[in-house]
């Protein structure tokens, strides 16, 4: 089982960038591959990056490609989403997940398929 805990949001401009980090405690974080997903009002929660448990395969949505970078210490328990050039659509409640995997070079796309999750981290855009 691991606790997450995401932290780094808040209200920014347009143009300006964020890190979000997410924190997990428990055992083997090194055993999940992870993902950052977001939810804005009156929206679905979507996938907007995710890591494999190496930290070699990454994903992210095509809106977000480029602008997004997510990466995972391992050592520390950590995983990162450094955003740039944020435009006001990115405003949403960020969530970090995880699910545990055998696969180290998996990464997981469908919130369904995420066993546990952070309580979210509110990012606010501004135009």
């Known amino acids: 089982q691991v606790q997450l805990v995401e932290s780094g949001g808040g209200l920014v401009q347009a143009g300006d960038s964020l890190r979000l980090t997410c924190a997990a405690s428990?055992?083997?974080?090194?055993?999940?591959?992870m993902g950052w997903f977001r939810q804005a009002p009156g929206k679905e929660r979507e996938c907007v990056s995710a890591?494999?448990?190496?930290?070699?395969?990454?994903y992210y949505t095509n809106s977000d490609k480029g602008r997004y970078t997510i990466s995972r210490d391992n050592a520390k328990n950590t995983v990162y989403m450094q955003m740039n050039s944020l435009k006001p659509e990115d405003t949403a409640v960020y969530y970090c997940?995880?699910?545990?995997?055998?696969?180290?070079?998996?990464?997981?796309?469908?919130?369904?398929?995420?066993?546990?999750w952070g309580q979210g981290t509110q990012v606010t855009v501004s135009s």
């Open positions: 428990g055992r083997a974080f090194n055993m999940y591959s």
């Open positions: 997940a995880a699910r545990a995997t055998p696969s180290e070079t998996n990464t997981f796309l469908q919130a369904c398929d995420y066993k546990y």
């Open positions: 890591i494999s448990r190496n930290g070699g395969n990454t």
